[in-house]
C-alpha cells in the first residue's frame, strides 16, 4: 500500500536559501499565500495551506527536511504520508528531490504530483527568482 511519488526540481536559489524558504513560517506565508505553521525543530508542528496539511516534522539539517504529511480530506484512519526533500548545490542552484511516501492510492500520488507543482513549487520558484535575481 505505499503509494510514493519523486520530484527533482532545479530551483534558482542557493540551498541555504530554498531551506530557509521551506522551514521559515512567515517566508511560507508569502510564497503560499495562505496561513502556515512551522516549527523548525524536530517534533514541530508543521500545518501548511490554511490547515489543509498537517504534520511533524522529522528530520531538519543544511540540506534534508522530512515532515509527517495529512491533509484534512483524508479520513481519521488514514495514516499520515511522509515527505522528504534532499537539496543539493548545483552551481548557483539548487537540485530539490522529493520522495513523498506511503499516500494512501494511486489517485492521491496523481492529485499530490500536480499539487506539489501547482501549490508549492511553482510559488516557491516564482518567490525565489524575484527574491534572489532580481538584479
Do not use: C
Given at each position: 500500500m505505499n503509494h510514493k511519488l519523486k520530484i527533482e526540481i532545479l530551483l534558482p536559489a542557493t540551498p541555504e536559501q530554498v531551506m530557509h524558504m521551506m522551514t521559515d513560517q512567515k517566508q511560507i506565508e508569502i510564497w503560499t499565500g495562505e496561513e502556515a505553521v512551522f516549527q523548525a525543530k524536530e517534533v514541530g508542528k508543521v500545518s501548511l495551506f490554511g490547515a489543509w496539511m498537517n504534520g511533524e516534522v522529522k528530520k531538519i539539517s543544511a540540506d534534508e527536511l522530512s515532515y509527517t504529511w495529512k491533509?484534512?480530506?483524508?479520513?481519521?484512519?488514514?495514516?499520515?504520508?511522509?515527505?522528504?526533500?534532499?537539496?543539493?548545490?548545483?552551481?548557483?542552484?539548487?537540485?530539490?528531490?522529493?520522495?513523498?511516501?506511503?499516500?494512501?492510492?494511486?489517485?492521491?500520488?496523481?492529485?499530490?504530483?500536480?499539487?506539489?507543482?501547482?501549490?508549492?513549487?511553482?510559488?516557491?520558484?516564482?518567490?525565489?527568482?524575484?527574491?534572489?535575481?532580481?538584479?
Amino acid at each position: 500500500m505505499n503509494h510514493k511519488l519523486k520530484i527533482e526540481i532545479l530551483l534558482p536559489a542557493t540551498p541555504e536559501q530554498v531551506m530557509h524558504m521551506m522551514t521559515d513560517q512567515k517566508q511560507i506565508e508569502i510564497w503560499t499565500g495562505e496561513e502556515a505553521v512551522f516549527q523548525a525543530k524536530e517534533v514541530g508542528k508543521v500545518s501548511l495551506f490554511g490547515a489543509w496539511m498537517n504534520g511533524e516534522v522529522k528530520k531538519i539539517s543544511a540540506d534534508e527536511l522530512s515532515y509527517t504529511w495529512k491533509t484534512s480530506e483524508w479520513t481519521e484512519e488514514t495514516e499520515a504520508s511522509l515527505v522528504h526533500f534532499k537539496l543539493k548545490a548545483d552551481g548557483e542552484q539548487t537540485l530539490l528531490v522529493l520522495n513523498h511516501t506511503n499516500l494512501p492510492n494511486e489517485d492521491e500520488v496523481k492529485a499530490h504530483n500536480s499539487g506539489w507543482h501547482d501549490f508549492f513549487f511553482v510559488p516557491l520558484e516564482d518567490y525565489l527568482m524575484v527574491r534572489y535575481n532580481a538584479e
